[in-house]
């Protein structure tokens, strides 16, 4: 809030002095917050343009002499708004991106390439469905792959292509451990799951509970659900909005959840002063630290998830994190400790160990009892040289 321009402040005061009133504790930014979102959830608007009519008809702006330059600061508000309720993307404010609606990139943040094109886009894209304004940025609201809207029968010679996931071989810990994954706990969406393998660094959306209101409200998010099912370019539909959110749910279980060192690792990340004790949300800790957790709008936990039946949406993001766990091998002693995803592998290791420890320690114990039996020897025989002396004498 404290980057917004001052056109936009104009609009939130009302054309007053700036000074006033800081924008986040205005009425009128609470009026405005308000109104879009009844806007979006009616489904009466449809685009950027259509949004910024009806706060006219609400004669929410004030007169102006600069028709020009208020359209455009109506824009980038609700711009800004719809990010801040979707939680997909930050809006960004800074003066290069003067007749764009720009997304904000943090400097120095990893970047997979994965989820953005372009962080900016021209303002004329304002009267354009949302659906197509978000595609525009890139794969901000990812779609089901087409091809995998219905899952396979087990009985075709498909069923060998699934990707099989156990919450023990793929989760947290073993990212952590094994390939050196950094945590990076996000707020945006779009986010979620974007792994840069450059810098090894595992992004996060660490509100769940937002996704829980979605689902119950469906809310500001589904705005940008697309009707066209049978596009070229596929944008995300209502019910892959659906799916979208509860496989992020899901994917927390998978991560963190089902397995004690994954949960150990996460009440780690609690204790040491990460962003999660800055902010913590209550559902995020359940979701990770419970062994057991059910809740009707969660998928339930499964043993072994198949990503076309479990991550319709998500399936390519899980399955580079699970490839990138089985092409990787223990490095170190402590390494071979920890990797307990092959276990004839595992206990080879231990029943070697143990066996070589074993050997090394009789080998160790013959070794002394032999010089000990040697001391004994050559202390016997000095003791009975004295004897045979006085013996001749």
């Known amino acids: 809030m404290s980057t917004l321009p001052d056109s936009i402040k104009l609009l939130l005061n009302d054309g007053s002095d700036l000074g006033i009133a800081y924008p986040l ?23 950027i343009d259509d949004i910024v009519e009806q706060l006219e008809e609400n004669v929410l702006f004030g007169p102006t002499s600069d028709a020009l330059e208020v359209l455009r600061a109506q824009r980038l508000l609700v711009f800004a708004l719809l990010g801040w309720q979707s939680m997909l993307f930050l809006p960004s404010f800074e003066d290069s991106t ?23 886009v021209s303002e004329n894209l304002a009267d354009r469905p949302l659906a197509i304004l978000l595609k525009a940025y890139g794969n901000l609201l990812p779609a089901c792959c087409r091809s995998s809207r219905t899952v396979v029968s087990e009985l075709a010679r498909t069923v060998q292509s699934w990707t099989s996931l156990s919450p023990f071989d793929t989760n947290a810990y073993l990212l952590h451990t094994l390939l ?59 019910e892959e909005i659906t799916f979208f959110l509860q496989e992020i749910l899901l994917s927390y279980r998978l ?96 029943l070697v160990a143990i066996f070589g420890v074993t050997s090394i320690v009789l080998s160790l114990m013959q070794v002394i009892l032999s010089l000990v039996q040697v001391m004994q020897a050559q202390q016997s025989s000095i003791t009975a040289s004295p004897r045979r002396v006085n013996l001749r004498r």
């Not at 003067?98 to 900016?120: E, H």
């Not at 949406?313 to 899980?318: E, F, M, P, R, S």
């Open 180 to 238: 050196r994954v950094e945590i990076r706990w996000v707020d945006t969406l779009a986010l979620h799951l974007d792994y840069d393998k450059s810098s090894r660094t595992l992004s996060l959306f660490r509100y769940p509970s937002f996704c829980i209101a979605m689902l119950q409200s469906k809310g500001a998010l589904y705005a940008f659900a697309s009707t066209e099912s049978d596009a070229v370019d596929p944008r995300a539909t209502e």
């Open 98 to 120: 003067y007749g764009q609606l720009a997304i904000r990139k943090a400097p120095d943040v990893p970047n997979s390439g994965l989820l953005f094109d372009t962080y900016s």
């Open 255 to 350: 991560l963190f959840g089902q397995s004690r060192p994954a949960r150990r690792f996460f009440r780690n990340m609690l204790s040491r002063g990460s962003v999660l004790s800055q902010n913590p949300d209550p559902l995020l800790r359940s979701l990770c630290l419970d062994q057991h957790f059910a809740d009707t709008l969660v998928p339930a936990d499964r043993l072994v998830y198949v990503t076309l039946r479990d991550f319709l949406v998500l399936g390519k993001w899980v399955e580079l994190l699970a490839a990138e766990l089985r092409c990787t091998r223990p490095r170190s002693w402590r390494d071979l400790l920890r990797d307990q995803r092959d276990s004839l592998q595992y206990w080879t290791f231990w």
């Open 25 to 47: 504790e205005s009425k009128r930014f609470r009026l405005f917050f308000s109104t879009i979102n009844e806007s979006l959830r009616s489904k009466e608007a449809t685009s």
